[in-house]
Antibody, heavy 117, light 112 residues
Framework: QVQLQESGPGLVKPSQTLSLTCTVS??????????WSWIRQPPGKGLEWIGY???????YYNPSLKSRVTISVDTSKNQFSLKLSSVTAADTAVYYC?????????WGQGTLVTVSS | DIVMTQTPLSSPVTLGQPASISCRSS???????????LSWLQQRPGQPPRLLIY???NRFSGVPDRFSGSGAGTDFTLKISRVEAEDVGVYYC?????????FGQGTKLEIK
C-alpha cells in the first residue's frame, strides 16, 4: 500500500520560503499513472488544492498561488517537494501531500507549518 | 474556478439513523471524456482526509457499504444509511474535472 510522509520545518518566518518534502513508499512516483499533489488546510478551515507534479516534471499550480509556488520531483529518491515563497500568516496551515489521478486516493498524515516571527 | 457548495454545514444525527449531505457545483462536472470526477472525502478529528467515494458513486477500497453516492451534472449527494459513532467528522466533496481542483466547505457530522 502506498504511503506518503511530509517533512520540513514547522515554523517559518514571514516573507521567507516554506519548503516541504514528501517521501513516497510502497509505490513508484515514476509509474506514470498518478499526479503528486500538495493540499493545505488552515487550522479549523477547509481544504485548498495547491498543485501537482507528474513524474516527468510537468506541473499545474492553483492560479491563486501560482506566483509563489514551485513543485519539483526527484524520482531517484521517490520524493516530491513544495516551495512557497513570501509567506505570511495566511499561509499557516496543515500541508498534505497526496497521490491523485481523477481522485485523491492516498494522503500523507500532514504537517503543520506556522508562519510567525 | 468551479465553486462547490455543500449543505448542510452541520448535521446532528442519531446513531442508527440515516444522514444525507448535498453538494452542488457552479458548473457541470461532466468531463470531456464523459466521466464525472466528483468524489467524497471523510476527515475524522485529527486525521487526514480519507477517500470514500469517487466518480459520483464508486466506493473506495475498504469503505463500508452504508456509504453511497449519487447525482449527476451539478447536483450530488452522499448518504449514510445508518450512522455509526465512527462516522463523526467532516465530509467534503471534491471535483477533479477541471483544474484548479476544488473542495466544498465541509459538512460536520455529529451525534445528537
Amino acid at each position: 500500500q502506498v504511503q506518503l510522509q511530509e517533512s520540513g520545518p514547522g515554523l517559518v518566518k514571514p516573507s521567507q520560503t516554506l519548503s516541504l518534502t514528501c517521501t513516497v513508499s510502497g509505490g513508484s512516483i515514476s509509474s506514470g499513472d498518478y499526479y503528486w499533489s500538495w493540499i493545505r488546510q488552515p487550522p479549523g478551515k477547509g481544504l485548498e488544492w495547491i498543485g501537482y507534479i507528474y513524474y516527468s516534471g510537468s506541473t499545474y499550480y492553483n492560479p491563486s498561488l501560482k506566483s509563489r509556488v514551485t513543485i519539483s520531483v526527484d524520482t531517484s529518491k521517490n520524493q516530491f517537494s513544495l516551495k512557497l515563497s513570501s509567506v505570511t500568516a495566511a499561509d499557516t496551515a496543515v500541508y498534505y501531500c497526496a497521490r491523485m489521478s481523477t481522485m485523491v486516493d492516498y494522503w500523507g498524515q500532514g504537517t503543520l507549518v506556522t508562519v510567525s516571527s | 474556478d468551479i465553486v462547490m457548495t455543500q449543505t448542510p454545514l452541520s448535521s446532528p444525527v442519531t446513531l442508527g439513523q440515516p444522514a444525507s449531505i448535498s453538494c452542488r457545483s457552479s458548473q457541470s462536472l461532466v468531463h470531456s471524456d464523459g466521466n464525472t470526477y466528483l468524489s467524497w472525502l471523510q476527515q475524522r478529528p485529527g486525521q487526514p482526509p480519507r477517500l470514500l467515494i469517487y466518480k459520483i458513486s464508486n466506493r473506495f477500497s475498504g469503505v463500508p457499504d452504508r456509504f453511497s453516492g449519487s447525482g449527476a451534472g451539478t447536483d450530488f449527494t452522499l448518504k449514510i444509511s445508518r450512522v455509526e459513532a465512527e462516522d463523526v467528522g467532516v465530509y467534503y466533496c471534491m471535483q477533479a474535472t477541471q483544474p484548479p481542483y476544488t473542495f466544498g466547505q465541509g459538512t460536520k457530522l455529529e451525534i445528537k
